[in-house]
């Protein structure tokens, strides 16, 4: 595998509570991306998988703990913003997509950190712009305003926004969460392709585990703020694993079509609930 281009070592992030005082979020994670590779994060709700990406993102400052990003790896603190919205970009959880601008402003304001005089946009800036709105299935939206926009169709043109920016690493924070099951091969084929064509390494949250099988190079299970497992998604989705954190059943077999685990959620409850 190559040099990573993100590193985050023993991260511990606390909460201040005025009632219960101080919180554990996450505590002590660890793990790489590298070039060319998808990691994607899952876990149960609440446990902690946005705040990790807001601290990669460098919104959240760690209690404890290191996060270097580029080549040569550098302490984030390092980077000026414009240096590092040039090598990152982040799609929060949610946005406020409800902004007076067009669909197409929108996906154009990823360049921003590349233009010299704030959203003064060259050639390039409107060739690359119109290339990921085709990408991602919003080009026909373009003259919209985004606050018209469907659920679904606002998080793509986020998506896009990111792309945009060229980044050499994305964060994603469950960016097919919206789209049907059609959008979610197309989104996930485009990361696949960009990893391997431009090396891209991307850190993608998510609920969908059966994605995660599918496309995931490396899979990082979080539980109540802990790396619960951490590996390729055969080694993490196992029936055993996922009962003990999600508290429901699963059965965790081989899919019929490719080599990769299929899982499937039982209606039954686990003998202990
Ligand atoms: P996830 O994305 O996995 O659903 P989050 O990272 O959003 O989880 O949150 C993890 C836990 O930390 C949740 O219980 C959330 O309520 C809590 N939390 C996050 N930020 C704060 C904060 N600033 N103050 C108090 N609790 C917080
Ligand atoms: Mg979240």
Not at 17 to 44: K, Y
Not at 69 to 81: E, F, K, N, V
Not at 112 to 119: A, D, L, R, V
Request: with cysteine.
């Amino acid at each position: 595998m190559s040099t990573p281009v993100l590193s985050a070592e023993c991260i511990t992030v606390l909460a201040r509570n005025r009632h219960q005082g101080a919180l554990t979020v996450l505590d002590g994670i660890s793990f790489t991306a590298a070039p060319g590779e998808l990691v994607m994060v899952a876990g149960p709700s609440g446990s902690g998988k946005s705040t990790l990406l807001r601290v990669l993102a460098g919104i959240v400052s760690p209690d404890a703990g290191k996060i270097q990003i580029g080549h040569p790896l550098q302490a984030l603190s390092m980077y000026t913003a414009r240096e590092r919205a040039r090598f990152m970009a982040f799609l929060p959880q949610e946005d406020n997509p409800e902004n007076p601008f067009s669909v197409q402003e929108t996906v154009m304001l990823g360049r921003s950190p590349w233009q010299p005089f704030y959203g003064i946009a060259c050639e390039q800036d409107r060739r690359l712009t119109q290339q990921v709105m085709v990408l991602l299935d919003v080009a026909q939206l373009a003259d919209r305003r985004v606050a018209s926009l469907s659920g679904g169709e606002k998080q793509r043109v986020l998506l896009a926004r990111a792309l945009c920016q060229t980044p050499q690493l994305l964060l994603l924070d469950e960016p097919t969460s919206a789209q049907d099951y059609g959008q979610q091969i197309r989104i996930m084929s485009t990361l696949i392709t960009l990893c391997t064509v431009q090396r891209l390494a991307v850190v993608m949250v998510t609920h969908d585990l059966n994605l995660a099988a599918m496309y995931a190079h490396r899979l990082l299970l979080l539980n109540q703020g802990r790396a619960a497992a951490y590996g390729t998604p055969r080694e993490v989705l196992t029936s055993t694993q996922l009962e003990a954190i999600y508290h429901c059943s699963f059965i965790v077999d081989e899919h019929p079509c490719a080599s990769m685990p299929r899982i499937t959620l039982s209606p039954l409850l686990p003998p202990s609930q």
